[in-house]
């Protein structure tokens, strides 16, 4: 399992990340542990929850996944096997805070309160689940709007969050700063205004990539590269979809858009476009998941690709990603498929 600098740090995290937030909902505790040891087996060092899961968040699940964590780090006794990253969620899930935007104050309440489940006295990375000030991430895009924001709130906004970051930081509970569903500008003055005000520097940016999604490849990449913020890529088969298994309207039993009665990735293009990269995948022999996870470890912009399963079969499938070297001849074929479909969820 190759290793790679978490920014500009000397934390090296594998390049595969265990992603968790189906565990306390779809998946029960013995199933959450049972993926953490078989991804520790095959060499995953790097593990990613949120305040929000188990997904779909609710006041009822939001939290079992981090419990059921702090639980296999309580029983197994193997906290310095993991690198752990978790999430303060935002605006928009009223069960958490009243739906309070993320800010200084509700950080420290919601680091604090993360830091209890997952039984830890330390976190190695934090993250802002979403912009306070809105996202384009999921089906976001098509009505983003960000003409509405008031630049001095979001500025600041940041530097405030900023600040408890830094504390927490100064008091050895945290040690590194990151975002999650940000644009190029959003992180460009998470760092101008680090720098400025000797506060914590960002060290990732978590936002979903796949061959369905790839808007991280052009302005993102650009910041990432020059900034070393690397990507910390969700959903690398768009929620399981890139797996072809909801083809010609099959919603199969368990499946996530069976679990949650919906899946607004699902549509008459991004159908098109699968079947495209499943007879790629048929024509050189290669299972579909594996490719699409190892098309996007061949970004130079990643930093760690999140692997989440709900089964242990679903896993071992997945982690065999990292053994498969996509030919010259395959990722040009992807490219192609890419220019005829570049926009489909």
């Known amino acids: ?22 565990w306390g ?15 520790l087996d095959a060499g995953v060092n790097f593990m990613d929850t949120a305040e929000l899961y188990a997904v779909p968040g609710s006041p009822q699940t939001s939290g079992r996944t981090e419990e059921i964590i702090g639980n296999w780090l309580e029983q197994s006794g193997r906290r310095d096997k993991w690198i752990i990253a978790s999430k303060i969620g935002g605006g928009g899930s009223k069960f958490l805070r009243d739906g309070r935007r993320a800010d200084g104050p509700s950080i420290r309440i919601a680091f604090e309160q993360s830091l209890r489940r997952l039984k830890t ?37 940041i530097e405030d969050m900023l600040g408890t970051l830094g504390d927490l930081i100064k008091e050895g509970k945290l040690r590194h700063a990151g975002v999650s569903n940000e644009t190029t ?26 061959l369905l999604r790839r808007h991280f490849d052009l302005d993102l990449a650009e910041l990432s590269h020059h900034e070393k913020v690397g990507l910390l890529a969700y959903s690398p088969l768009a929620g399981g979809l890139l797996t072809g298994k909801y083809n010609d309207g099959n919603v199969p039993k368990g499946s996530r858009a069976d679990y949650q009665k919906a899946f607004w990735r699902l549509n008459e293009h991004s159908e098109a476009a699968v079947k495209q990269y499943q007879a790629l995948a048929a024509r050189h022999g290669l299972d579909p998941a594996q490719m699409a996870i190892a098309f996007a470890l061949t970004r130079p912009f990643m930093t760690s690709v999140i692997i989440g399963a709900t089964s242990t079969a679903q896993l071992s499938n997945a982690l065999g990603a990292v053994d498969l070297t996509l030919s010259p001849e395959l990722l040009a074929e992807i490219d192609a498929i890419h220019r005829r479909y570049p926009r489909t969820i």
Request: aromatic share 10%; with cysteine; net charge negative.
């Open 121 to 157: 006295d330390y976190l190695d990375l934090y993250q802002i689940h979403w912009a306070s000030r809105g996202s384009y991430s999921f089906d976001g895009s098509w009505t983003y709007a960000p003409h509405k924001q008031e630049t001095a709130d979001v500025l600041a906004n």
């Open 185 to 210: 500008w959003g992180i460009a003055q998470w760092l101008r205004i680090a720098e400025t005000r000797g506060l914590p520097r960002l060290v990732s940016v978590q936002n979903e990539y796949n």
């Open 25 to 39: 909902s779809q998946n029960s505790q013995a199933e959450g542990h049972a993926q953490i040891d078989m991804a």
């Open 1 to 22: 399992m190759k290793l790679k600098p978490l920014g500009r740090t000397d934390l090296l995290v594998t390049e595969i990340c265990l992603g968790t937030m189906t």
